[in-house]
T-cell receptor, first 113, second 112 residues
Framework: DSGVTQTPKHLITATGQRVTLRCSPR?????VYWYQQSLDQGLQFLIH???????AKGNILERFSAQQFPDLHSELNLSSLELGDSALYFC????????????FGQGTRLTVV | QKEVEQDPGPLSVPEGAIVSLNCTYS??????FMWYRQYSRKGPELLMY????GNKEDGRFTAQVDKSSKYISLFIRDSQPSDSATYLC????????????FGKGTKLSVKP
């Protein structure tokens, strides 16, 4: 167990809908990273938050947004969902801003139908 | 050319074999190199982390980084069926602020 908790584990929703994925980092970790894993693209970095502030953006679509709350948990919001958004979404956390030792959660499997 | 290339396999070896997994990369700014193991339907688990060039050993696992060739390796000695998983290399540059670039992973199967 990495100590990173993601909910829900599975999510099935229809095209056009909006969903929220939640992540609780390891105790003491200030950084949260979101990744998308699909069969064709592999693991793709989406966004990084450190202590409530956005630090870096990767290949994140404009339909997606994230935030990190004062208690350090983070949420990833996905809207106007398309079939191609079906993927595993992982959250990872680390102590500092460097991602050298990031620990991953178990992921949320999103299926858009 | 993708920033990180990794042979997807699958790679099948008998129990006890030495396994060699490799990645090549194109970005000379990469300084941090990691290997993750991912079991089916689970999150990636950090196995090894190396800064810059050199070797690092941890039990049956050895990570090597050759920055001059832009090539990294993970060796698994005395492989076990429990090592069967997908192995992902990942790397990042100083100041990249969390942007880990992953290879697509090599699927390894260790047969008893």
């Amino acid at each position: 167990d990495s100590g990173v908790t993601q909910t829900p584990k599975h999510l099935i929703t229809a095209t056009g809908q909006r969903v929220t994925l939640r992540c609780s980092p390891r105790s003491g970790d200030l950084s949260v990273y979101w990744y998308q894993q699909s069969l064709d693209q592999g693991l793709q970095f989406l966004i990084h938050y450190y202590n409530g502030e956005e630090r870096a953006k990767g290949n994140i679509l404009e339909r997606f947004s994230a935030q990190q709350f004062p208690d350090l948990h983070s949420e990833l919001n996905l809207s106007s969902l398309e079939l191609g958004d079906s993927a595993l979404y992982f959250c990872a956390s680390s102590v500092m801003t460097a991602n050298t030792e990031a620990f991953f959660g178990q992921g949320t499997r999103l299926t858009v139908v | 050319q993708k920033e990180v290339e990794q042979d997807p396999g699958p790679l099948s070896v008998p129990e006890g074999a030495i396994v060699s997994l490799n990645c090549t990369y194109s970005n000379s700014a990469f300084q941090y190199f990691m290997w993750y193991r991912q079991y089916s339907r689970k999150g990636p688990e950090l196995l090894m982390y190396t800064y810059s060039s050199g070797n690092k050993e941890d039990g049956r696992f050895t990570a090597q980084v050759d920055k001059s060739s832009k090539y990294i390796s993970l060796f698994i000695r005395d492989s076990q069926p429990s090592d069967s998983a997908t192995y992902l290399c990942a790397m990042s540059a100083i100041g990249s602020q969390g942007n880990l670039i992953f290879g697509k992973g090599t699927k390894l199967s260790v047969k008893p």
